[in-house]
């Protein structure tokens, strides 16, 4: 048995194996082809009548200097050039040893996205897997990528990558072409190794070539930061053709550190002369302190209090300290306003209030004259809860705030836009900023990391110390930001031959984000707000993504206003697959009433109507690998204790198609319902890793089971309840499904797209038709939860 | 403020500290071992689970000066990349944490449990893992590596 012995976050790894270990390492093939048609002159490093004909093509679509493409030997640099998107030094490097690091602007999360980029690295440049190294995150190696984002972490975050890397082995082999005296067109690379086609002692190897120094080469930027970062070379990226290494399952590089304890996560992170700090924030909502009695810690030894308008913290040397004077400061704080519903009239709430904002984002016929003409009207209506992201670990964050120089270690998932955030917020020059990321306790959007890091940089400005900010489970629970409740209405007209002419779906809601994604404006930031800076809100949501081609169709949302204006526990903003969730629950749902309101199978169904050919490949995929058994509205036997049922759901999320089976038990008499097995047939285009996309997908799957049947912001007009683990029960191990099926649909035709979120968001409407199979009864509110099973199985 | 000794990982130690602070806070910032996490800081997650004398304990309810003359093994003391301990190789082969912040208490808590019940079946283990958290949703592959220890260890 081998181990993993890395304790960095490298991508050296000796337990590959079998066809791994051949393929991502020591595989000899005539890379000739893939080298292209750029030929460069064995003289001068003159360019060739095809280099220049590719060089102009490039650069009338808006391409790269010819300065690119004249790379010699003479114009590599010493010293790395500053870090800017058009520098291809800033995405790929190769150092003395001939191993190649590459600078990624995202970060991942524990679903081996840091291997498939290395994987996609690798297979650009022509070197083995073992060779490249990830660098993620932090602001000073890597550009703004956006961070982990909606699941764009291959989609649009290799992009970049996989083009630089292709640049960088176009220039080295223009370099070794210089070197040898022979041209391109004669060279083939083999695992960072150039040699002379038929010669083998003719070589050099990348690291001769310019291990340790720089390219010193333009790439052509798109303008853009964030997702939609983009640079491209000369150079033309590989086709899924000529794949070696992309598509391999190579195991990932984090692991071993977390079994064996010998690397630390954000929590970890101490730096000398830091103090430990607790934010204390008001447990009732919409309230201030009025006073606070300083002298309430003089006897823990060294605490100390940070007070700036309705911003209170407690810091003190060592960490029991600041827990324990948290606990004890005596602060008076304000009447509650009374911000929030009773938790009973959450949604009759939502219905009630002023609709701040509409939006039709998709219509097609006229839906209302439809339904107005119909033979039979189907009508239903949905509702989701609040939800917490209730990370593993409240979150922390260091800070260090120096005269001159600010650096910040935080488990943000977004770190460039945690930077920008520290900069605004203590109003300095984002440059004199350093964000170094490190994986967090749990980070599925914006969790209470993007608080925690402004938190600790204001605290340091203020007691002029590095500071340690950590959370309390409170602090993770009840003050993370919130995924939003809501409100599904859904209405379809069918005519007299059973056909689905109209369908018209709105959703009402809170916005999916009442502060935004990122903690880049200090005023989407609790301490900003405490502060005094005004809320921004925000006024979206979102519809259901699917191919369903119904005649009349119409697809709308709308937004109510927030419930406090600042620094509330119940903000909302961007939690796993947002709005995805809810929106589903509610539209797969109803797809499968409509399916019983016309008596057909749920599965056949959906193919009817579902015109895109990948959905319908995913549903056939589905209702395979599960065995389906096509049904109708046939009575079943009701009578046992415990009944079984099983349910589809299908939907599409950004070019990604999942469907999944679920096949579940509900237990009459406690209410429990176990989902017990599931088949998931997923479509993600190109697929880079398929372990870590099975691993990602089980995880995905299994979350949104916990928050289908068990998650549930509690609250009261004052406060919110749900604190910890008991007021925020989450699914236990005892709930996990027996078998989880997956069908990887892989297709190298089609640009590699999310697999972080997908899954998630047929999982709620997957288990709720089970359900209405397994009882006849529908659920139409989330969590199905024992108590609300009982309830609806006692009341029909 | 009280003296505190006891043993961890093989080393005798001593804490000075409130004899109230809970044992996960001498581990971590007086010893410097990182590997029990806060979760919770209530024992409902078990991110924070330590031996104590060979029992599997929360240590951020244990107070310190509960432990005095214990023996107390991390996750570090378990097992080690040269001679990890059969739940560690199966939790690495399995790649079961995503964030990993919960893995201490998964580890720590079927290795104290599968030295007592090698032979347990899914229903016990279940039952002895029940309280224990994962936010990332790898409970799938947390039975499948715990399985695969208990083969390991056959």
């Keep these: ?796 | 403020m009280a003296l505190t000794p006891f043993v961890v990982d093989g080393q005798s130690v001593q804490i000075d500290s409130d004899p109230q602070m809970p044992l996960l806070y001498a581990l971590r910032d007086d010893l410097q071992l990182n590997n029990p996490k806060f979760g919770c800081g209530l024992a409902q997650c078990g991110a924070c689970t330590v031996h104590l004398d060979g029992q599997a304990i929360r240590s951020c309810v244990m107070p310190v000066s509960a432990v005095k003359g214990k023996k107390v093994t991390t996750l570090a003391g378990l097992g080690t990349p040269e001679k990890p301990h059969p739940i560690q190789v199966a939790f690495l082969e399995e790649q079961v944490p995503q964030c990993g912040h919960c893995i201490n208490g998964w580890v720590m808590t079927s290795a104290a449990f599968l030295k007592k019940n090698p032979k347990a079946t899914d229903a016990e283990i279940k039952t002895a893992l029940e309280g224990l958290k994962c936010r990332c949703g790898t409970h799938v592959s947390i039975l499948r590596a715990i399985k695969r220890a208990q083969t390991l260890m056959a």
């Design chain 1, 1 to 796: 048995m081998t181990l993993f012995k890395n304790t960095e976050a490298t991508n050296s790894q000796e337990n590959l194996r079998g066809d791994v270990d051949k393929l991502s390492g020591s595989s000899r093939r005539d890379f000739l082809s893939a080298a292209g048609a750029l030929v460069v002159s064995a003289v001068g490093g003159g360019l060739s009548t095809s280099a220049l004909a590719q060089a102009a093509s490039a650069n009338a679509a808006g391409a790269v200097s010819a300065g690119a493409v004249g790379t010699t030997l003479a114009s590599i640099a010493a010293i790395k050039p500053a870090l800017k998107a058009d520098e291809l030094d800033s995405w790929v490097a190769i150092q003395p040893d001939g191993a190649v690091v590459a600078y990624y602007g995202k970060v991942d999360l524990g679903q081996s996205l840091d291997v498939a980029i290395a994987q996609i690295v690798a297979e650009e440049l022509d070197v083995s897997y073992r060779k490249v190294k990830i660098v993620m995150g932090n602001s000073a190696s890597s550009l703004n990528q956006g961070g982990a984002s909606s699941a764009l972490g291959i989609q649009a975050g290799a992009k970049p990558l996989r083009n630089a890397a292709a640049e960088a082995r176009r220039i080295l082999l223009n370099l070794a072409s210089e070197k040898l005296n022979v041209p391109v067109a004669q060279l083939i690379v083999d695992d960072g190794e150039i040699a002379v086609k038929g010669n083998s002692t003719q070589k050099v190897t990348y690291a001769e070539l310019i291990g340790g120094k720089f390219f010193n080469s333009k790439v052509e930027w798109n303008k853009r930061i964030g997702n939609p970062l983009d640079v491209k070379g000369v150079a033309k990226p590989k086709s899924p053709a000529e794949y070696r290494v992309v598509g391999l399952s190579i195991p990932r590089n984090d692991v071993a550190w977390k079994v064996f304890g010998t690397n630390g996560n954000i929590a970890d992170v101490k730096v000398p002369g830091m103090l430990h700090a607790r934010v204390v924030r008001t447990p009732w909502a919409g309230s201030v302190a009025e006073a606070v009695d300083e002298a309430s810690i003089k006897h823990i030894q060294g605490a100390r209090l940070v007070r700036e308008k309705n911003f209170l913290a407690v810091v003190a040397p060592r960490e029991w300290d600041a827990v324990r004077a948290a606990k004890a400061l005596k602060v008076t704080w304000s009447a509650s306003p009374k911000p929030f519903p009773e938790f009973e009239k959450l949604h009759e709430h939502i219905r009630q209030a002023p609709t701040r904002k509409r939006t039709e984002e998709s219509k097609k016929g006229d839906v209302m004259a439809s339904l107005s003409t119909a033979v039979k009207v189907v009508e239903a209506e949905y509702l989701w809860p609040f939800q917490s992201h209730a990370s593993m670990g409240p979150a922390s964050a260091v800070a260090d705030v120096k005269a001159d120089k600010i650096t910040i270690w935080t488990g943000s998932q977004k770190p460039h836009y945690a930077r920008d955030g520290v900069a605004a917020l203590l109003k300095v020059p984002v440059e004199t900023v350093e964000a170094i990321w490190v994986q967090g306790p749990g980070s599925y959007g914006r969790n209470d990391a993007g608080d925690a890091v402004l938190d600790a940089a204001y605290i340091s400005k203020m007691v002029g110390q590095p500071v340690r900010v950590q959370g309390m489970r409170h602090d993770g629970t009840a003050w993370d930001p919130k995924a939003p409740a809501s409100v599904h209405r859904a209405r379809a007209a069918i005519d007299a031959t059973g056909k689905v002419v109209a369908y018209d779906f709105t959703t009402r809601a809170f916005s999916r984000a009442t502060i935004d994604s990122n903690e880049s404006d200090p005023r989407d930031s609790l301490v900003g707000m405490e502060l005094g800076l005004p809320s921004k809100g925000g006024m979206t949501f979102g519809i259901p993504e699917e191919s369903y081609a119904f005649d009349n169709k119409r697809m709308s949302w709308e937004v109510i206003p927030d419930l406090i204006a600042s620094a509330s526990p119940m903000r909302t903003s961007h939690m796993r697959d947002p709005v995805g969730l809810q929106i589903q629950f509610a539209s797969e749902q109803f797809i499968d009433e409509l399916a019983s309101a016309t008596g057909e199978d749920p599965i056949a169904f959906r193919m009817k109507y579902a015109k895109a050919p990948r959905d319908i490949a995913v549903l056939k995929a589905a209702a395979e690998k599960s065995g389906w058994e096509p049904r109708g509205n046939a009575k079943r036997d009701r009578s046992g204790k415990v009944l079984s049922g099983r349910g589809i759901a299908y939907a599409q999320r950004a070019g990604t198609i999942v469907a999944v089976v679920a096949e579940i038990e509900v237990d009459r008499k406690t209410g429990r319902i176990w989902g017990r097995k599931f088949t998931v047939a997923h479509d993600c285009g190109l697929i880079v890793n398929p372990q870590g996309l099975r691993y990602t997908i089980e995880g995905a799957l299994v979350q949104a089971l916990s928050r289908t049947l068990y998650e549930e912001v509690q609250f009261a007009p004052d406060k919110v309840k749900s604190v910890d683990w008991s007021s925020y029960p989450i699914l236990e191990i005892k709930d996990t499904p027996e078998n989880i099926d997956i069908v990887l649909i892989n297709r190298p035709e089609a640009p590699p797209t999310g697999a972080g979120e997908a899954t998630c968001r047929v999982v709620p409407a997957a288990i709720a038709n089970a359900f209405f199979d397994a009882t006849g009864v529908r659920m139409r509110q989330a969590p199905l939860n024992p108590a609300r099973v009982k309830t609806v199985l006692s009341t029909t």
